[in-house]
């Protein structure tokens, strides 16, 4: 079987040809509620084709600095030519093993990445030692629960197990990593959870 990386390179040129006409607004919501702001340092975990990053600009009004991490080179590829700002950089990472001892956010944003994990409660650590004291983390898929495990289901044996967490699973293994003023939203077409690193 091909890896991860392998099957989203396979993607990546046409990757944002297949979003949904309204993911832009979508995802300006995922933004807007999860209370990403002005002056932040962000990290976007499986930025894939730099999506939601016009909306973070529109957001922070491009103040922010933003870190966007990706195991697939050729997601990264799409994104570096489509994003070229000064603010924004890009890397070749792997959320899992990122070991990074001088970085840290205000906020980390995992979107339509969550289920890819291998090890989610792994991953939850990593991202609580990545966040400053009030940070945030936010987990989210803009187009819903069963809308995402039923492109997972039929995609590739390489995406077929990766299910959107319901949110009450959500909630607890967000609780059991540390994080509190959990904030949570699951409708047929928005999800999202959000949470913070106590101050
Ligand atoms: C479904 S795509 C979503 C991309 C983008 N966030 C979006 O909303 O369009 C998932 C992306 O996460 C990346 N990915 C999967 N597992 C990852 C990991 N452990 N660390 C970093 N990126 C990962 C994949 O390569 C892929 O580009």
Not at 31 to 55: K, W
Not at 87 to 111: G, Q, T, Y
Request: aromatic residues 8%; glycine residues 6%.
């Amino acid at each position: 079987m091909i890896s991860q990386a392998e099957f989203f390179d396979s993607y990546a040129e046409k990757w944002d040809s297949m979003e949904r006409p309204d993911i832009c607004d979508l995802l300006d919501r995922v933004v807007r509620e999860s209370g990403i702001s002005a002056g932040m340092d962000i990290l976007d975990v499986g930025t894939g084709t730099g999506v939601i990053i016009p909306c973070i600009q529109r957001a922070t009004n491009g103040d922010c600095n933003l870190r966007a991490i990706d195991i697939s080179a050729g997601m990264l590829a799409i994104a570096r030519s489509k994003v070229n700002l000064p603010n924004v950089r890009f890397e070749l990472a792997d959320i899992e093993d990122f070991d990074c001892p001088d970085c840290s956010f205000d906020a980390i944003i995992c979107n339509a990445v969550y289920p890819h994990f291998t090890n989610k409660s792994k991953v939850l650590s990593r991202i609580w030692s990545l966040l400053r004291p009030s940070g945030i983390i936010v987990v989210s898929h803009p187009t819903g629960r069963e809308a995402v495990n039923k492109v997972h289901r039929e995609a590739s044996a390489v995406v077929t197990q990766d299910k959107v967490p319901t949110i009450e699973v959500m909630s607890f293994m967000l609780s059991a990593a540390g994080f509190t003023n959990i904030s949570t939203t699951d409708e047929p077409e928005f999800y999202l959870a959000h949470a913070g690193k106590p101050h």
